[in-house]
């Protein structure tokens, strides 16, 4: 009977290793889609050219993924693959040196969608312009809930008959909406603050485990603490998740989806290390007292 059971924890464990996995494969598929959907818009935004910054701007959730990415691989690697071991300096500093690689991208994407939330407050209403026909022939792109389309003769008139017309990329000055859509503009751009700070607030919650539990510590006021806040903040990425299902974007809905699977993966292996660690300070405390006996 002990037999079968092992066996059976074995294969629950291996079931749990190939979830993960593909969980992580499907991440890497979304991460090839953004990288598609980015550039698509670049190529309206960034027609004429522009700075660095400006195009860093443009491909802001490319480089987000990108940080996601490496920091996830290096939470599978402390909580699961090198979590029984001690790491040596070199590859401390190595991981150390990632770490602040993504933080400093993670901080670019705070900028670039504050950036986004301060052109679309400065909007100012074309002047002279009451027709978005009038705008035709000017190399100028239309964005609506963020799909973006190029004007022509055939299509400005279906786009939008509801003046003002708003220029929302100062300072190019190539992509045009109006009030109505103006508006979704808006929210969907605080929303993306919404996620990126939410994202921070469980990546900082996580880190602050694993710091601990590199220590040895498995339990206590402020695990139970950031568990529970942790809770408050994925529920948090549902609501945006529902949010996105409302506006059509079914992608974004997916991949947040996919990454809170991600992520759930590493707080499972953050679980089962602490119940390792727990269950080495029970041993110790227990063979303490069978000693001072």
Excluded at 132 to 144: D, P
Excluded at 191 to 201: G, N, Q, R, S
Aim: proline share 2%; charged share 15%; net charge negative.
């Amino acid at each position: 009977m002990k037999a079968i059971l092992s066996s059976l924890d074995i294969s629950a464990e291996n079931l749990i290793q190939v979830v993960k996995w593909i969980v992580y494969c499907l991440l890497l598929v979304n991460f090839a889609q953004y990288i598609r959907n980015d550039w698509d818009i670049a190529a309206h935004t960034m027609r004429n050219g522009g700075a660095l910054l400006e195009w860093t701007r443009s491909f802001a959730t490319t480089i987000d993924e990108s940080a996601w990415i490496v920091l996830l691989i290096l939470f599978e690697l402390e909580t699961y693959v090198l979590s029984d071991e001690p790491l040596s300096r070199p590859k401390e500093m190595l991981m150390l040196g990632a770490r602040i690689l993504c933080y400093g991208s993670l901080a670019h994407t705070l900028y670039a969608y504050g950036s986004t939330v301060f052109d679309l407050r400065m909007a100012t209403p074309i002047e002279g312009v009451t027709d978005l026909c009038q705008l035709v022939g000017k190399e100028i792109s239309y964005a609506a809930n963020l799909v973006y389309t190029e004007l022509n003769a055939d299509n400005c008139a279906a786009l939008s008959s509801a003046p003002p017309i708003y220029y929302i990329d100062p300072p190019q000055f190539v992509i045009v909406t109006d009030s109505a859509d103006l508006v979704v503009e808006k929210q969907l751009a605080w929303l993306d603050i919404m996620e990126a700070t939410t994202w921070l607030l469980i990546l900082f919650s996580i880190e602050v485990v694993v710091w601990l539990q590199d220590r040895g510590i498995g339990k206590g006021a402020i695990i139970s603490s950031l568990n529970s806040c942790k809770l408050v903040l994925y529920t948090l990425l549902w609501v945006a998740i529902a949010y996105w299902i409302y506006r059509g974007h079914y992608m974004f809905a997916w991949d947040e989806f996919v990454w809170i699977a991600g992520f759930a993966a590493i707080e499972m292996n953050v679980v089962e290390w602490r119940s390792e660690i727990v269950e080495a300070e029970d041993s110790q405390t227990a063979a303490s007292a069978v000693s001072t006996q």
